[in-house]
């Protein structure tokens, strides 16, 4: 139920400057309503809805299951994010993209979450991520995409991610990834393109596809390079294709020949 996309900003202004009034009924009314959606996508696109949202109550949205671009393209018209029950809430794309002045978000439910596409896309203002549950997630496609300011994030289990696809693009001062789970991964494609300040990753599960690209972080630890060789599955009875990893040449010179050939007993080419 989305019938509030249709309510001028000004009509729920007037129901809501009611809300602990005599003349509660239509806040109330509203606030009934929006339980009863499932559907936030698109809610506050543009901070269009900035006075329904900053008057809303924390279990507005406890049945939600969608909150696709929630807060889309809010850019310098919002600063702060009001926390409200995502308990439901599976899909989560493009929520905050282009929020170009938060800083900080609460902390989000989103233990139900399977789809985390885009979630913080350009956000250029954010400086730290909360403890999210990704354990859901299949989905990690350009999550942090151009979070240029990001220097913070906590371990995410993404134990069930299959798409990791240019999730950290472009997070050019972020030091440190606790942990990230790759063990089903599809597809790497762009995943730490472009973090040059990356020193240290620590991966959890096996590197079973090529794709697998720090090329661009050449500031990695000895540590995180060998986490990375060792995550890397036995592919010597599978020759269907050529297995590379690509580490870059700044990378290459922190590993002995020893630990090189650990890979390539294992069926890769290092690069």
Sequence with gaps: MSWFKDLFVDEAKSALSRRYGAG???????????RECTDFSNFNVNNARAPIVDSMDFDDTINGTSFNSFFHSCKR??????????????DFTYMFWSCWSITTIPRFNTSNGTNFSHMFHDCG???????????????????????????TVPPFNTKNGQYFDYMFFGCNILPTIPLLCVDNAKSFAGTFQNCNKLVNLKLDGTIKINGFDVSTSPLLSHVSLMGIINALADKTSDTSTTWKVTLGSANLEKLTDDEKLIAQEKGWTLA
């Design 24 to 34: 509660g009924g239509s806040a109330k009314t509203l606030s009934a309503a929006l």
């Design 77 to 90: 018209n919002r600063d702060t994010i009001p926390l409200f029950n995502t308990s439901n809430g599976t």
């Design 125 to 151: 203002a954010l400086t730290s991520i909360p403890e999210l549950d990704f354990s859901k997630g299949t989905s990690f496609q350009r999550t942090f995409n151009l979070c240029v300011k990001l220097t």
